[in-house]
Structure formats: structure tokens, C-alpha cells
């Protein structure tokens, strides 16, 4: 079965810093990898996501995430933080094609505060 | 025009009690999800329906009991309520099992 760690509970950092969450997974086969954001009291929402071809994957706010087979790592980084972007940041991980009873694996989830 | 719903958003209740959560995707996906989030943000896949048949059931307490009447309407069932039952309780949709799920805002349970 996968599993994804994410190594880094909180990560605290300054406006305008960059920022690099760390995100690790395990499987035997392919998967696909995404990253989703949880602001304060909301549901999760799609940040980007990883299925196939470039390794690189951007989102529309700055953020990108380089999927790296050989170091089986999805990192997610924005070169310049703001505010608003204090939230929990999950990495997860399903392998594709398996069944509909495939499940989406979470890491445990990094906590990003961004101060002045 | 909200993508997934659910309702109540809040929810305090006694120990013992039973309750139901509803949710609904208005995005015309077939597979919908349960997932508990506890208070670590720890978040945990409960149950999915594809095409309103149960095809994932986690080692979940059967006081647990998801309900699909149609493919856009997933409500979950609690009976006899316990403290540890305390949680935030998402729906999430996708057009199939392997792809983006998008995320209720979550109802947050309260027992007492």
C-alpha cells in the first residue's frame, strides 16, 4: 500500500520568504500526487496535482511542486509567501487504475504561518 | 452555486444521541466520499459510493451508516453518539477514483 510523510508539522517563515514544503511518498508502482490547502474552518481545495508528463506542476497563486521519481518526492515551494497563505498544506497519493476502491492517501499535513 | 454542500455545518450533541449529516455535489460526479478529520487534522477516508453503490468501508464502527439515495447526495448516519465520535466530518466528490476529490466545508461534530 502507499503512504506519503510529510516531515514538517509547521513550518513557520516570513512575509515575502521563500518556502519549500516537504513531501515523500512510497509505492511500488506509479501514482499520482496532488497537494490540497485547508484555510482556517474550510474544506480542502486543490492547490495542483501530478498525473503524468512534466514534472513540474504549477498553481495559479505561485506555488509549484516538482514530482521526482528516483527521491519518490512531490516538494511543494513558493518563491515569495504571503499572508493569506497561512493554511494546512496536505500532500496525498493514489495509485491509478487499481479499481474504484482506489484511496487517496494523506500525509499528516504541514502547518504554514506566515507572519510580518 | 456551491460546488459540494453540507449540513449542518455545526453540530453539538449528547452522548447517545443519534444524528445525520447531509451532503451534496451539484458537479455531476459519480463518486462521493466520507472522510473524518480529527482534532490533530489527521484525515481518514470512512466510506465511497461510485454510482451510488458502497465501495470502500474503512474499519469504521457500524454505528456508522452511509446513506446514497441518488449520485449527487451522500449523508452519513451516526448512531449512539460517543465523545471520541468529536470530529470535523467531510463529503468530497470526483468524476471517478482516481482523480481531484472536491471538498465539502466540513461539519463539525460535538458530542457532549
Known amino acids: 500500500a502507499q503512504s506519503v510523510t510529510q516531515l514538517d508539522s509547521q513550518v513557520p517563515v516570513f512575509e515575502e520568504a521563500p518556502v519549500e514544503l516537504r513531501c515523500n511518498y512510497s509505492s511500488s508502482v506509479s501514482v499520482y500526487l496532488f497537494w490540497y490547502v485547508q484555510y482556517p474552518n474550510q474544506g480542502l481545495q486543490l492547490l495542483l496535482k501530478y498525473l503524468s508528463g512534466s514534472t513540474l506542476v504549477e498553481s495559479i497563486n505561485g506555488f509549484e511542486a516538482e514530482f521526482n521519481k528516483s527521491q519518490t518526492s512531490f516538494h511543494l515551494r513558493k518563491p515569495s509567501v504571503h499572508i493569506s497563505d497561512t493554511a494546512e498544506y496536505f500532500c496525498?497519493?493514489?495509485?491509478?487504475?487499481?479499481?474504484?476502491?482506489?484511496?487517496?492517501?494523506f500525509g499528516t499535513g504541514t502547518r504554514l504561518q506566515v507572519t510580518l | 452555486d456551491t460546488a459540494v454542500s453540507q449540513t449542518p455545518k455545526y453540530l453539538v450533541t449528547q452522548m447517545g444521541n443519534d444524528k445525520s449529516i447531509k451532503c451534496e455535489q451539484n458537479l455531476g460526479h459519480d463518486t462521493m466520499y466520507w472522510y473524518k478529520q480529527d482534532s490533530k487534522k489527521f484525515l481518514k477516508i470512512m466510506f465511497s459510493?461510485?454510482?451510488?453503490?458502497?465501495?470502500i468501508n474503512e474499519t469504521v464502527p457500524n454505528r456508522f451508516s452511509p446513506k446514497s439515495p441518488d449520485k449527487a447526495h451522500l449523508n452519513l448516519h451516526i448512531n449512539s453518539l460517543e465523545l471520541g465520535d468529536s470530529a470535523v466530518y467531510f463529503c468530497a466528490s470526483a468524476t471517478g477514483p482516481y482523480y481531484e476529490q472536491y471538498f465539502g466545508p466540513g461539519t463539525r461534530l460535538t458530542v457532549t
Open positions: 496525498a497519493v493514489i495509485v491509478p487504475y487499481t479499481g474504484t476502491a482506489s484511496k487517496l492517501t
Open positions: 459510493y461510485n454510482n451510488k453503490e458502497l465501495i
